[in-house]
């Protein structure tokens, strides 16, 4: 890239979420802030992660455990843990910041204007109930509404999401599903009220790829059916290309790099996301050793004093050790916290 196409480094995006690609954006997160406590005093597990997604548009939050993916979003549903603490950052949900929001308040908006599903149904579910019960109470929390009306909603959804003989199976306990039909309760259950956002963390989790596919291709239905925002979390880079519009890739507490999918998949611009492509199995490396990313991500009380990646990083230098490196806006909309950007030509998915 000449100099003249080189981006302004002291254009950083800082802690303002990029905007959505199109539509309303519904949910807007600035410069969240997540503490917990730690017998080393409070430690910083995410660090001023800022993003923003549109009604009727998928963003997925890829990175590894304990990159801060579901934590961040934790947060914004008010489901930290007593140990945790949000020193700064918004999340706006229509004008309401729901970090300010005490518990009772909270308890009126999830399950009806944002609502979650949860990585593993079985422990996510109450065993003592049946499922149509456990649905149908969402819609007598935040619709008012009768037990009949309530229960009439119940067997709608668990039939709107695929579950066959609905009417007779919303009477069944959660232990007499499969995993797959346990997962499309529990998107049932969050889609009962018709919610403006719904948060998906790793809910292909453990499921075979053809219920894997068979999950996706409903909440990708559903999404575009009812409008709503989709936040989905995960590791798997194949379901991403699958399902989402944008990407944010995460790492030690940060954004590292968001963009559309295509300019993540073919066109990354930061040596993390670089890694994660290349340790993904791809098309014509049969039998070939997977890549990896050598190294471990620091702990949250010993980060890095420059880029927090540049001890595993392939492509580092002095300068990427001297100071924290900045999120900084290369092209409209797509972001990348690296101070070689503009220098790299990095290899992105075959």
Known sequence: MSSAAQPDLNATVGDRAAPAATGVVALQVDGLVVEFATDRGWARVVDGVSYAVASGETLAIVGESGSGKSVSNLATMGLLARSARVPAGTALLEGTD???????????????????????????????????????????????????????????????????????????????????????????????????????????????????????????????????????????????????????????????ETGTVDEIFFHPMHPYTEGLLRSMPQVGTQGRTLASIPGQPPAPWSMPGGCRFAPRCPYAIDACRAAPVPLVELTPGHQVRCVRAHELTLRGAA
């Open 98 to 256: 729901l970090l300010e929001l005490s518990q009772r308040q909270l308890e009126d908006v999830r399950g009806d204007r944002i609502a979650m599903i949860f990585q593993e149904p079985m422990t996510s579910l109450n065993p003592a109930f049946r499922v149509g019960d456990q649905i149908a109470e969402v819609v007598r929390k935040h619709r008012h509404a009768s037990r009949r009306d309530a229960w009439r909603r119940a067997v709608e959804v668990l039939d709107l999401v695929g579950i066959p003989r609905a009417a007779d199976r919303a009477r069944a306990y959660p232990h007499e599903f499969s995993g797959g039909m346990r997962q499309r309760v529990m998107i049932a259950m969050a889609l009962a009220c018709e919610p403006l956002v719904i948060i998906a963390d790793e809910p292909t989790t453990a499921l075979d790829v053809t219920i894997q596919a068979q999950v996706l291709d409903l909440l990708r239905a559903t999404r575009d059916e009812l409008g709503m925002a989709l936040l989905f979390i995960t590791h798997d880079l194949g379901v991403v290309a699958d399902v989402a519009d944008r990407v944010m890739v995460m790492y030690a507490g940060q954004a590292v």
